[in-house]
């Protein structure tokens, strides 16, 4: 019998983690939290810690999400849905068909990383307060050229498919994402992303699509879809969106 | 017979299709850069656009770089690398080792867009010299915080792999490009990684070993390297070093 994964994220936050969250949850699969399960277990905070201590873990991670499947431990969220992607059902066999989705989910990271900069394009070490000016610009310019960038590319991919999905007729862990990028943006943007939306389709369909499957509808109804927040990477400050 | 890979890229720049030159010069494999080659021979620069054009092209990439291999497109330079790494002998055998390989090329990959945004921190469709401000604040950052911690996580992932490399005694494509991190620090930010390199000996340690590697000592010498300059990823501007 497989044991359950282990998941190791920030407790609070969808964040990162919450692309992962996905995959397991359309996929039923069983997993824990730890992060979010008590400590008195040898769980919560400290055994998310323990993850990025090199000095105690060979194979430390820079930073969560980490993925424990048995004695294996992975890092980073693109990595961690490459190794879930055939084992949940949610890749394609042939080897094209998962390198061409990785693609799609790397340039997905790189737009995730866009958003977080919105509100902190200067330092992770200082709060969003203290580099509100440049974060107004950096948002500006996001708004104006780079999101509806991004809504062209991956319109283009749903349109190239031929399919319901970004790989065709098959939902795979990218469509889940994607899924995910739009939700946040919805979230953080609505004024810009109310304005764009009759221009993308395509993209608004995959996003109701996803939301309206059985496991992933139970999901977010349920209490392990944390709320969308302000200490996460969607964050809602209305004069960034516009 | 295996048709020579094909590199898409910016021609005049290093940036992120270093990271598979490189892995291409270690192993001797025959390669073309093609858009540094003519364009009446249907090379040169509009070779590289087509790689990006949805309309024309089913896969296209978001961003160079792309490699061709036969029928197959693969953008995403992480995962140009992990598709090159086993076929160009730079990857281990086992799945695990592969996800460890391509966990830190991730970690090395965001470490490469944080030093982009040391000199555009607020947009990529403006002149750095516009952006100056911001630029000097985060690059003080990077320095003070970033660069120090990702120094140190390579440090102790050297350490803990008890060989000369970043996965223990071979050599892998991690670490070609953490080589080219290091030579890409100390041009951008000459005063900073001086001050910090002594600290940092297993570091330099690698870096020289890579630099001093047959095909790779010869490609460095060659007119194929492209010399660091301030159109790339990493840029010497002294008012951002210190």
Redesign the interface.
């Given at each position: 019998m497989h044991m359950a994964y282990e998941l190791y994220y920030w407790p609070t936050i969808q964040g990162r983690g919450e692309f992962i969250r996905l995959a397991l949850e359309e996929a039923g699969a069983d997993y824990r939290d730890i992060a979010r399960l008590p400590e008195r277990k040898g769980q919560g905070m400290p055994a998310m810690l323990a993850c990025l201590d090199?000095?105690n873990t060979?194979?430390?991670?820079?930073a969560p999400p980490v993925l424990r499947d048995g004695d294996?431990l992975?890092?980073?969220t693109?990595?961690i849905l490459?190794?879930l992607g055939r084992r949940l059902g949610l890749a394609p066999r042939a080897e094209?068909g998962r390198?061409?989705l990785?693609?799609l989910q790397?340039?997905m990271a790189?737009w995730l990383?866009e958003v977080h900069?919105t509100h902190h394009?200067?330092?992770?070490?200082?709060y969003y307060d203290e580099?509100k000016q440049?974060a107004l610009?950096?948002s500006a310019?996001f708004r104006a050229?780079?999101l509806p960038k991004?809504l062209d590319?991956f319109t283009?991919?749903l349109l190239?498919s031929r399919g319901q999905y970004l790989l065709g007729a098959r939902l795979t862990y990218g469509d889940l994402s994607l899924f995910q990028m739009l939700a946040g943006l919805h979230y953080a943007f609505p004024q810009a992303m109310a304005r764009l939306a009759p221009a993308y389709p395509a993209l608004q369909e995959l996003h109701d699509t996803v939301a309206a499957r059985p496991n992933i509808a139970s999901y977010l109804q349920s209490t392990r879809r944390i709320a969308f927040n302000e200490e996460g990477i969607f964050r809602h400050y209305p004069e960034l969106d516009g």
């Open positions: 090199g000095d060979p194979q430390a991670a820079y294996l992975i890092g980073q693109t990595n490459l190794y094209s390198l061409w990785n693609q790397l340039t790189d990383t900069d394009p200067l330092s992770m070490n200082q580099q440049a610009q950096r310019d050229t780079r991004f590319y283009q991919v190239n």
